[in-house]
Each structure stands twice: as structure tokens, then as C-alpha cells.
């Protein structure tokens, strides 16, 4: 190749690099060195076409050269042109796309629907030193709920060292990062602050300071269901919390709801700040009085969540009451010899009824997974005045009730198959009665009581399925939703430093450098 055909080609370069110096400067880097380097490199390119190409300036302007140096040019200038016009609408419009595999920068529906329901502002105030490696993390984590509800929600980040008045004030640990949440002003301020700093955690602290009070829930005892918290250990020890319901406690309390212990022996009235009243995995029958203290709470509009045990029974009595409400217990276990998790006791389903509680699970494909169930079957006759069930969720096709379980278990004869129902609610209108505590009471009959134990609380489903069924038995619809799940951050954590180097390559240098081949692959073409 000719010297001036060379010359051609570095200059083009060089008009390239020139041209984009200030949209290095500017826009993809901010550094001047590089500018400066952009420049003279440019600069010098451009030299070299000048001195290899000198002796055919005289007739440049006659010859048809001209015309296609004239049209490089301009459509490097126009390409230059359109970079900048594209980064400048993406900055504008900063759209962004979650791409990571569990959405850990995407709110959840839970956080959507408390951050839109929003009636007062409330104000974030982050404690932590600037220099704090999570400091970054925290900032781009509030900015996400401010983005949302830019006129409800505010946050802003002091230094502990510097604000003594406000770390009084709230009564702040020193070297612990804290986020306080205030609603409200002078006398009518309220807040409350947390230390694990995390979306479920945040949302829940939002949703509990915008709430007047706790819900009480009332855990039935004394029938062998499951305990609450971990019993005392021995010094030296760790607890035991396999079987216990620590981290469905731990929920409920994030979630606005107090928990109490009741124990009915005697017929002991359900108190009167109920706002519900759950048994979890009943072992032993409930006897006459009892049960008279349940259909008497019900029948003046309370709310009942019954978390059923494979191997225990409610007894003769709490049956009837419960088809009163139209949903009887089938005695058996539950098999599915096709939608499982390995066995077919432990019954996989994503097949849900038209139920509220179900929508969200629904929509999301939420798989479900009930490690020892019941089947329910939901009656048509024999049901008290006004009451209207419903199934929630059901079993594949392929399920059936094994009424001898052992480890191989197979559909026999005479055994009930086909879709089950595994979850089931109903309601019964009881505005205007005697003593009415709310106008509809609520009965959810949950087929399995082991998904509440703390080794099955991380299953997002099951955790969401348990919570929305609170939420609707409370007549709580803000709670009939997904919350965030328990997400692995598989991220890559990139210094100020990093980012700008990677902007410049993708938005400057990557870009410059497929234009400038093409346009040597061009001239070189031309030239032969």
C-alpha cells in the first residue's frame, strides 16, 4: 500500500480522535489527560496525512478526492453528532434494567404497595459515615423508594460525629449504622429505627410506623402444636429451632402484628383484642368447651387460621364446627406421584383456586410446596346460614389421599384421587349480631402445619401463602401480596475508578474504534 493511501487512513483516525476529544472531556470520562492524549494523538494523525498526501493539495480542490475526504468527514461529525444525541437521551431518561438473576434492584410488590399507600410523608435519616463501605449500597437502596413516591418518601445521610443532638435524640449506638424512619412533626412526630438494613426489613419498619396499632394474634396452646420460641438451652448450648416457629414470630412482628399465647381449657373466652386466633399443628382433639369458645368467636365475626397436622386430630367437635363453615379434614396424607420434591409426600403445586389469597401466587407462579398434607373437601350441604367457601389451592391431578402411609406409597382402591384440595377459606356475613366483633368472619384451613417451621420458612411460596392468609383474615389487602424474597446479591462491587474506565470503553473508546476501522476498510477499498 502507497505511503499517501496510509497517510489517508491515519488521518481519518486522526480527524476521529480530534473530533471526539470533547465528548471524552465532557461527557464519557471528565479526564483531561485523556482529552489531552485524544487531542494530540488526533493532531499528529492529521500531520501525517498532511505530509504523505502534501504534493496532491495543488489539485485537491479539482480533483474527486475532495468530494469523498469532504463526505468522511462529515460523516464522522454526523456519527459524533448521533453518539452524543444517544447518551444524552439515555442520561435523561435513565432508564434501567434489573438483569440479575433473583432482582435485587427491583422493589418487590409488597414495597410498591406500601410506599403507594403512603398517606403522610415519612423521612429516612441514615446514621453513617460517609466512608463506610455500605454507604454506597444504602444511598442506591433509598433512592429506589424515593424514585417511587418521590412527594411521600424523603432520606437523607448524617455523620453520627458531626449530629451528637440527633444521635441523642434517637437514642443511636455508637459505630452502629442505623436508619431512623420519622413521620410527622414537632409534638406529632413518630419513629422507629433499624439496624438490619435490608428491603424487608425497611418496608415493614414503613408499613408498622404508618399503623395505629399492632394486630393481636392469639396462638392456641395445649394441644401439642408447635411452640412459638425455642425452649431455654442448657449453658454451652445452641437452641434447638427446627421445630419451633421463631422466624414465622419474627415475621409477624415485622409486619405490624403482636403474638400471645391462648389456651382455651375451660372455655376460655377468645379476648376481645383478637384480631386473630391461629392453631398451629394441633396434635391433640379439642374438647366440647373449647370448641363452644371457637363458634362463638366466629359466629360474631372472628378470624380463625387453622394449620392442620398429618398425624394429629382436631376431634369430633372441632370437625363440625368446621363444616359449619363448609370444609371438613380428610384423614390420610397427601401423594402426588408426579409434582413433588422427591417424594411423593412432600406435594409440589402451583395450581391455585380464584381466592384472593391465591391472586399474587398466581400471578407470580409461585411454586408451593407442603412437606405432610391433608386434603380438605369443601362441602355444599349442611352449612351454617350465610357461609361461602372457597378452595385456595389444590394438587395436581395426579394426587391422592393415602390412608396407610409408608415409604411406598401408591394409589390403592377405594383410596380418594384426583386434584385435592390443599387450602381453603370461607366466610359467613355477621353484620348486626349480638356482640359482633367484626362484619364477616373468616375460617382458613391450611392442610399442612410443617411449612411454618422455621427449617421451611426460607420457601419464598409457602412464607408468602402463610402471610397472605393472615393478611386476608385480618381483612388486611395491603397484605395480600409478594414480599421480598430472601435474595443472594450476586454482584460485582465496582470502585468510582472502575465505572469510569468501563464508561469510557463501552460509550467512547469501543465505539471510535468499530467507526474507525470501518472508515479505513472504506478508504482502503476506494484506494485500490
Request: a neutral charge; hydrophobic letters at 40%.
Amino acid at each position: 500500500m502507497k505511503a499517501a493511501n496510509i497517510g489517508k487512513i491515519l488521518g481519518a483516525f486522526g480527524l476521529l480522535l480530534l473530533l471526539s476529544s470533547p465528548f471524552t472531556l465532557f461527557l464519557t470520562s471528565g479526564s483531561v489527560a485523556l482529552f489531552a492524549t485524544k487531542a494530540i494523538a488526533g493532531a499528529v494523525l492529521v500531520g501525517l496525512y498532511f505530509a504523505t498526501n502534501f504534493k496532491q493539495f495543488g489539485q485537491f480542490a479539482t480533483r474527486r478526492s475532495s468530494f469523498f475526504f469532504a463526505s468522511a468527514s462529515l460523516m464522522v461529525a454526523v456519527t459524533l453528532c448521533a453518539l452524543v444525541a444517544i447518551n444524552y437521551i439515555a442520561f435523561k431518561k435513565n432508564q434501567r434494567w434489573d438483569l440479575t438473576e433473583q432482582k435485587i434492584f427491583t422493589l418487590s410488590p409488597q414495597t410498591v404497595a406500601t410506599l403507594q399507600g403512603l398517606k403522610e410523608k415519612v423521612r429516612a435519616i441514615v446514621f453513617v459515615q460517609p466512608d463506610h463501605p455500605a454507604y454506597e449500597a444504602l444511598q442506591e437502596s433509598l433512592e429506589r423508594y424515593h424514585q417511587l413516591a418521590p412527594e411521600k418518601f424523603e432520606y437523607s445521610f448524617k455523620d453520627p460525629r458531626r449530629h451528637p443532638d440527633l444521635t441523642a435524640k434517637y437514642e443511636l449506638r455508637e459505630g452502629q449504622t442505623t436508619v431512623v424512619l420519622v413521620r410527622g412533626e414537632g409534638v406529632d412526630e413518630a419513629h422507629t429505627s433499624i439496624n438490619v438494613i435490608g428491603e424487608d426489613a425497611l418496608t415493614n419498619a414503613i408499613y408498622k410506623l404508618t399503623k395505629v396499632s399492632d394486630q393481636q394474634v392469639y396462638f392456641v396452646v395445649g394441644h401439642g402444636e408447635w411452640m412459638l420460641d425455642p425452649l431455654p438451652s442448657k449453658p454451652g448450648t445452641t437452641p434447638q429451632r427446627a421445630t419451633t416457629l421463631s422466624e414465622l414470630k419474627r415475621q409477624l412482628a415485622q409486619e405490624g402484628y403482636a403474638t400471645r399465647e391462648l389456651n382455651l381449657g375451660g372455655g376460655t373466652t377468645v379476648p376481645e383484642d383478637a384480631a386473630l386466633v391461629v392453631i398451629a399443628g394441633a396434635k391433640a382433639p379439642f374438647n366440647v368447651a373449647e370448641v363452644e369458645s371457637l363458634r362463638g368467636y366466629l359466629a360474631a365475626g372472628g378470624r380463625l387460621v387453622y394449620f392442620a397436622e398429618a398425624y394429629g386430630a382436631p376431634g369430633p367437635h372441632l370437625d363440625q364446627l368446621f363444616a359449619e363453615y363448609g370444609l371438613e379434614l380428610d384423614e390420610g396424607v397427601v401423594a402426588d406421584a408426579q409434582f413433588n420434591s422427591g417424594s411423593p409426600y412432600v406435594v409440589l403445586s402451583m395450581f391455585y383456586g380464584g381466592h384472593d389469597i391465591a391472586r399474587p401466587l398466581r400471578q407470580r407462579q409461585l411454586n408451593i410446596e407442603l412437606p405432610t398434607a391433608r386434603s380438605i373437601n369443601v362441602l355444599t350441604t349442611g352449612l351454617a346460614a350465610g357461609v361461602k367457601p372457597e378452595t385456595v389451592l389444590l394438587t395436581s391431578p395426579f394426587g391422592w389421599v393415602e390412608t396407610t402411609p409408608d415409604d411406598k406409597p401408591t394409589p390403592s382402591q377405594g383410596e380418594k384421587a384426583g386434584q385435592l384440595t390443599l387450602v381453603a377459606a370461607s366466610t359467613r356475613n355477621t353484620s348486626g349480631v349480638p356482640g359482633q366483633r367484626f362484619n364477616e368472619a373468616r375460617l382458613v384451613v391450611v392442610g399442612d402445619s410443617e411449612l411454618l417451621l422455621d427449617s421451611n420458612w426460607g420457601h419464598e411460596g409457602n412464607r408468602n401463602l402463610v402471610m397472605n392468609a393472615l393478611g386476608w383474615a385480618t381483612q388486611q389487602v395491603e397484605k395480600i401480596t409478594i414480599r421480598p424474597p430472601d435474595r443472594a446479591a450476586s454482584t460485582l462491587q465496582l470502585d468510582a475508578d472502575m465505572l469510569q474506565r468501563i464508561r469510557f470503553v463501552s460509550t467512547d473508546l469501543l465505539p471510535l474504534s468499530l467507526l474507525g476501522v470501518g472508515l479505513a476498510i472504506w478508504l482502503s477499498r476506494r484506494n485500490k
